[in-house]
């Protein structure tokens, strides 16, 4: 029998430390698990999950406004936001009893409660229990960041906006990366005035730069009211809403404020300091390839390690930290060209290198293709669909794949795995087009647009 309470416990109850518990107790490892919130984390509560349906939702009206292109007798009558948060709200509750389900049956011990650390190998809850354990698995996620000035307290992240009780008439999003993007397109489709300012010179920054333009464009075209170069100066409360003063001279008032300017790894007060846990400048929790801590008991796995901060990798990374200790199979998470994609409207789907990235790297030859969609144009749509492919000229291997059109989203999963495998340009070539799609322009590109 082992001197301690369990052999792993994991702190915090998201795609990483779910994946871990789970996995681990499979192995037959005896595992405890603390989540101070509600089972299933960031993604399943308040990411992903809301936000993609959110995505849903605030989609239908253009796909009625289609359908009338197309012949139907179809019109829109407003948006039922009770109805609404009413549905998802079950729909969060049937998935968290679902995580909790899981972790049941895998034998999983789970605490509702926040967790610290002690030592090494102790844990101290906030139902007053403490816990030993030979392994702790630190899975706390990260936070929203909003930068400090006058009136930053009358703003909402995402943590609070899948709670709002009424549909705003009019939002201020403040930030430029995915996130506030996303937010952007979907009030914008559900019916909300949209205003996003981005400090920055265009929005999405890390990703291929003719794509981030291609979806700031069409942003714009659908109705959002962006002003790149901007940030607030200051706000205050209003009779009928926020009132903000922006970098540009733009003054006006907002039912709500939302700020997506960044997120930071939640690792504050966690008791890592107190014990030695190398930490970087940004807060986050250093480990090796095996997501292990300088402190040989404790590992470190998703978004509080700030490595790539999306779910699957959280999951992989879970899923490959608890296989290396309790399965007898060391393995790594792969970091190497992880496919992903932008829930803006349109989508944007992207994988390995961008094009800016790629010409550092050596001669590459650019394809690209710009074109107005079939169903598009047919339901009088000006909106443009983006195909672009970055290939290493010595090599002929595609080295980034940057979609931007309707499910951008599931076809980058699929040009992910020819990517991952290798793929040359003539391996696209050889591959017959699949008529009539959008995507066929992908294995039909036949001269480069440029090369560098
Ligand atoms: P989390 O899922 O954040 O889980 C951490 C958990 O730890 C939380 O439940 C928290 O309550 C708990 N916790 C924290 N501290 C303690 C403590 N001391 N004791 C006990 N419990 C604690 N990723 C994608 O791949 N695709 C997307 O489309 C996508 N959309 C997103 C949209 C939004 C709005 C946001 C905010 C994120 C989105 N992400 C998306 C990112 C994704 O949600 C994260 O990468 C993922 O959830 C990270 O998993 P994790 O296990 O590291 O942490």
Not at 327 to 341: F, N, Q
Not at 342 to 363: I, K, N, S
Request: glycine share 12%; with cysteine.
């Amino acid at each position: 029998m082992s001197q301690f309470d369990y052999d792993l416990f994991v702190i915090g109850g998201g795609s990483g430390g779910v994946r871990a518990g789970r996995i681990a107790a499979e192995h037959g490892a005896r595992v405890g698990l603390a989540e101070e919130y509600r089972m299933g984390g960031t993604c399943v509560i308040r990411g992903c999950v809301p936000k993609k349906l959110m995505v849903y939702a605030s989609g239908y009206p253009g796909q009625v406004h289609d359908a009338a292109a197309y012949g139907w007798d179809a019109e829109v009558h407003g948006f039922n936001w009770t109805k609404f948060r009413a549905k998802l709200d079950a729909e969060l509750d049937r998935l968290e009893a679902a995580y909790r389900g899981n972790l049941d049956r895998s034998g999983v011990v789970t605490h509702n409660a926040r967790a610290v650390l002690k030592d090494p190998h102790m844990v101290e809850l906030s139902d007053g229990q403490s816990f030993t354990a030979a392994h702790i698995l630190v899975a706390t996620g990260g936070r929203p960041f909003v930068p400090d000035f006058p009136g930053s307290d009358l703003v909402m992240t995402s943590n609070e906006v899948f709670k709002l009780d009424q549909q705003p008439e009019s939002i201020l999003i403040v930030g430029g990366g995915y996130i506030a993007c996303e937010f952007a397109g979907i009030f914008n489709g559900l019916g909300t005035e949209v205003t996003q300012f981005y400090r920055g010179a265009q929005v999405l920054r890390g990703f291929d730069d003719e794509a981030r333009g291609h979806v700031a464009d069409a942003m714009q075209a659908r109705g959002v009211e962006l002003h790149l170069g901007c940030n607030v100066m200051e706000m205050r409360q209003v009779e009928d809403g926020i009132w903000v003063k922006a970098s540009n001279g733009m003054e006006q008032v907002f039912d709500k404020v939302l700020y997506a300017t960044g997120r930071k790894p939640n690792s504050a007060g966690l008791g890592l300091e107190e014990i030695g846990v190398e930490m970087g400048r940004n807060g986050e929790i250093k480990v090796d390839d095996y997501s292990q801590t300088n402190i040989p008991s404790i590992f470190a796995v998703g978004d509080v390690t700030d490595r790539v901060n999306l779910t699957p990798v959280a999951i992989r990374e879970g899923h490959a930290f608890a296989d290396t200790v309790f399965g007898g199979t060391p393995r790594k998470a792969d970091h190497d060209l992880i496919p992903s994609a932008v829930f803006t409207q349109p989508e944007l789907g992207t994988v390995g290198l961008t094009e800016e990235q790629a010409r550092d790297e050596g001669p590459i030859e650019v394809y690209c293709a710009s074109f107005r969609p079939m169903q598009a144009l047919f339901a009088g749509h000006e909106e443009r669909v983006l195909m672009k492919l970055i290939v290493c000229a010595d090599t002929r291997k595609v080295l980034g794949v940057h979609l931007v059109g309707d499910h951008a989203g599931e076809l980058i999963q699929l040009a992910g795995i020819a990517v991952k495998m290798g793929a040359t340009k003539e391996d696209f070539d050889r591959t017959m087009a699949v008529h009539p799609t959008m995507a066929e322009e992908l294995v039909t590109m036949k001269t480069p647009v440029r090369t560098a």
